[in-house]
């Protein structure tokens, strides 16, 4: 009987340590980045015209066209490396729910070219308090080695495409 009532403790103590472990884990998923524009909780894409690039919320991933094919990052191509996310405009995708945002990639490349302001945006954080200091520890590329050459890494430039710092 004393066996029996140790197992059932056992298994209260692990269900409960287990249901506490997900609850947790799940608690960040899909937040916005600090430099996404104030305003807009039920949304899954910007488009950033003047890198010609989206955002996955969800995924805290980049979305962009090279070497024939989109890929996803968790930086911004190499050209952009130093591109000031903070103050670029962001085209709030928030009639789009699905996976491939770019299926409109023609549409919103006219609509909002490089350059595009609409309205006055202010972003949820500062550049001075950003969540992408751990950016700089580790500047691995996630699209399955579709870089060349370096790496897609511009070394010396420093911020991973999260802004300036």
Not at 48 to 73: H, M, Q, T
Not at 111 to 120: D, I, N, Q
């Amino acid at each position: 009987m004393k066996t029996l009532k140790l197992i059932v403790a056992g298994i209260i103590l692990l269900s409960s340590s287990a249901i506490h472990a997900q609850v947790s884990v799940n608690v960040n998923l899909g937040a916005p980045p600090s430099w996404g524009p104030v305003g807009y909780s039920n949304v899954d894409y910007y488009y950033l015209p003047d890198v010609e690039a989206y955002y996955d919320i969800r995924a805290s991933k980049f979305i962009y066209f090279g070497g024939g094919k989109w890929i996803r990052s968790r930086y911004l191509p190499g050209p952009y490396r130093n591109y000031d996310l903070y103050s670029g405009y962001k085209v709030v995708l928030n009639d789009y729910h699905g996976s491939r945002p770019y299926g409109n990639f023609k549409n919103h490349k006219v609509k909002y070219y490089k350059g595009y302001h609409g309205a006055p945006q202010r972003s949820i954080g500062s550049k001075g308090n950003n969540n992408y200091k751990e950016s700089k520890k580790n500047d691995n590329h996630d699209n399955g080695g579709h870089d060349k050459g370096n790496g897609g890494h511009d070394k010396g430039k420093g911020n991973g495409g999260h802004g300036k710092h």
